[in-house]
Each structure stands twice: as structure tokens, then as C-alpha cells.
């Protein structure tokens, strides 16, 4: 059976930053019935929960994650990124679902990197690594047919 990748805080772990979860019904039952492999990307990377929140800042052409303490997680979240990928190429995974506008997950819109709620255009740097890899990606607003 064709599984497909999802954000865990999808399932209802509580792995987001604030140690809740962005809990989707029919995404935690399709992990009920075995057709999806859940992973947090910034758990993969290392980091613990909770943590502080993050963003994307783009400066003179160099993305980096920025902790709203200002500390610097673009290691933790490139590794978190490395190791999604791993497990889904190890798992033939050909689709994702992840959680919009997250920084690691997020598809075609993120936040702005402002902290003010306010969003881009872009993608999550573990989104943009499995698209990259040939992966489709969509979020749990997008329409999932299976
Ligand atoms: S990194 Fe992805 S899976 Fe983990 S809490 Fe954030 S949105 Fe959810």
C-alpha cells in the first residue's frame, strides 16, 4: 500500500512549537487505518518542545530560520529537513501533507519572518527539500482524495 508523509501535529501530536497539536480528523484517521507516516521535521532536527517560535528571514539572498529569541535554528531545521527526506525516500513516499505556513512545512505561503502573523510567498525548508526531490506536497487545506 502507497502510504503518504504527513505533519505529525497533523495526527494531533502535540510537537508544535507551543506543545499543541493542528489536529485534522480525517488526517488522524487515515493514520488510524495505516496509510500515513507522521514526522516532525523539528523534532527530527533536534529540537525539543517547546521552542521558541520560528521564522524564515531572507537577507541579501541567504535564508536562515531565526528563533523569535533571536537565536539562530537554521542547522536544526536543514538537519530535520535531511532526515524527513530520508524516511520518505525510504518509504517511496510520492505525496506529503503538511502543515501550511509552517516554517518547515509550510506550502507556497510561510510567515513573513516578522513575527506579526503577517505571510509570504514560500515554502518550509523540509517542503521545499521534498519538492525539490520530486515529492508532491500539499496542505491539509488542499483537497486529498485516496
Ligand atoms: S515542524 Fe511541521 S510537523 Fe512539526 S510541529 Fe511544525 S508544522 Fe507540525
Known amino acids: 500500500m502507497k502510504k503518504i508523509l504527513v505533519s505529525a501535529c497533523l495526527i494531533g501530536e502535540n510537537c508544535r512549537y507551543d506543545g499543541n497539536n493542528n489536529l485534522v480528523e480525517a488526517i488522524k484517521v487515515l493514520y488510524e487505518k495505516g496509510k500515513v507516516i507522521p514526522v516532525c521535521p ?3 532536527g533536534g529540537l525539543p518542545v517547546p521552542r521558541p517560535a ?3 528571514v531572507e537577507n541579501a539572498g541567504v535564508l536562515r530560520v531565526m528563533g523569535k529569541d533571536g537565536s539562530d535554528y537554521t542547522a536544526q ?3 530535520g ?3 524527513t527526506l530520508e524516511e520518505a525516500l525510504k518509504n517511496n513516499i510520492k505525496l506529503a501533507v503538511l502543515k501550511a505556513r ?3 512545512c509550510g506550502k507556497n505561503k510561510i510567515y513573513d519572518g516578522t513575527f506579526s502573523g503577517k ?3 514560500g515554502n518550509g525548508i523540509t517542503a521545499q527539500l521534498l519538492i525539490k526531490n520530486g ?4 496542505t491539509e487545506f488542499d ?3 485516496i
Open 42 to 44: 523539528e523534532i527530527l
Open 54 to 56: 520560528c521564522e524564515l
Open 77 to 79: 531545521f536543514r538537519t
Open 81 to 83: 529537513a535531511l532526515l
Open 102 to 104: 509552517s516554517p518547515s
Open 119 to 121: 505571510t509570504i510567498e
Open 135 to 138: 515529492i508532491t506536497v500539499i
Open 143 to 145: 483537497t486529498l482524495t
